[in-house]
């Protein structure tokens, strides 16, 4: 069993930047691929960044490249979203969340343990 609670979340202008954390509870954190989600109101839940185990891979949708970067630390059972250049439409509940198995996922089915979520507001 793994639990996640995500934290960082807040209001910010266009332009600006957050960084939300995401720390797991457990001993197995580095057996987990990581992915980070999000929802808009109205909207289904969307792929934002995934990570594998070790951290030397990623992914991500055309959406945020380049501006999103995920990494983790795994001594801190904690996995980041580092978001730059925020845009209006980046507003959105973010989700974390573990996958079993070490490769990484950009389909949300493929998890199994999610955050609570933390709420991200970009004014414009």
């Known amino acids: 069993q793994v639990q996640l609670v995500e934290s960082g979340g807040g209001l910010v202008q266009a332009g600006g930047s957050l960084r939300l954390s995401c720390t797991a509870s457990?001993?197995?954190?580095?057996?987990?691929?990581m992915g980070w989600f999000r929802q808009a109101p109205g909207k289904e839940r969307e792929f934002v960044a995934t990570?594998?185990?070790?951290?030397?891979?990623?992914y991500y949708p055309t959406a945020v490249n380049g501006r999103f970067t995920i990494s983790r630390d795994n001594a801190k059972n904690t996995v980041y979203l580092q978001m730059n250049s925020l845009k209006p439409e980046d507003t959105a509940v973010y989700y974390c969340?573990?996958?079993?198995?070490?490769?990484?996922?950009?389909?949300?089915?493929?998890?199994?343990?999610w955050g609570q979520g933390t709420q991200v507001t970009v004014s414009s």
């Open positions: 990570i594998n185990w070790s951290g030397e891979l990623t």
């Open positions: 969340a573990a996958k079993s198995g070490t490769n990484y996922d950009a389909r949300p089915n493929e998890y199994t343990y």
């Open positions: 457990g001993r197995t954190f580095s057996t987990y691929a």
